[in-house]
């Protein structure tokens, strides 16, 4: 889901600067046939201490990108990274680096906020869990995941059932969202309509509004055997 910039300290300018951006990603027309190209980053960009990964290998393949022609690069700005040291505790500055990085070489950012824990899924390099202060409220109150019909839990994404209780230390699941991305806001103001010129928004289990359903971790499912809905959490029981 692309969504439009964050309400916030801009005027009306900024505001129809950044709306251009996006909405050229989608135009097209007889005058231009090019179409824009942005090439997903590793999950792993930026590490779990918060610090860019790897920062020369990064950009000369930054500097590789522009030669052959990208718009820009598309980056997991993780939950479980920034969010890592406490409520409201905001680490940022592994993605000011990259996003400066970005800047230098005339490129764009497609930046997506990811609230999923990173590993598990086929083709993942990296582990990257939820904050460990979510977790311990998932340990104190495991009906805040998703559950299966046998009672096993998905601690990766916080259930959709709960997005309006209170169970992370006072605040509900849509107000930490709300918090972080506010907080993604004041910090990158200035890159905003400029650098960053679209924002992605993860729903669910690897991002995805829906319920996961094939468990791979804890030998629940194997390739390419059938799912189930992982929806008997007490909150949002189908049976």
Known sequence: MSVSPFEGEYN????????????????????????????????????????????????????ALKTAGMEGVMVDVWWGLVEKDG????????????????????LKLQAVMSFHQCGG???????IPLPPWVLQEISRNPDLVYTDRSGRRNPKYISLGCDAVPMLRGRTPIQVYADYMRSFQQRFKNYLGDVIVEIQVGLGR??????PSYPESNGTWRFPGIGEFQCYDKVINCN
Request: hydrophobic letters at 30%; charged letters at 15%; aromatic letters at 8%.
């Open 87 to 106: 409520p409201l505790k905001y680490n940022w500055e592994g993605y000011v680096e990259l996003v400066n990085m970005v800047q230098k070489h005339g």
């Open 121 to 127: 899924n086929v083709g993942d390099s990296c582990s």
């Open 12 to 63: 009306d300018g900024q505001k129809e600067k950044f709306h251009a951006l996006s909405s050229g990603h989608h135009q097209t027309g007889t005058n231009n046939s090019n179409v824009p190209i942005y090439v997903m980053l590793p999950l792993d960009t930026v590490t779990i201490s918060g610090q860019l990964n790897k920062p020369k290998a990064l950009n000369a393949s930054l500097m």
């Open 206 to 211: 690897c991002g995805e509004l829906r319920y």
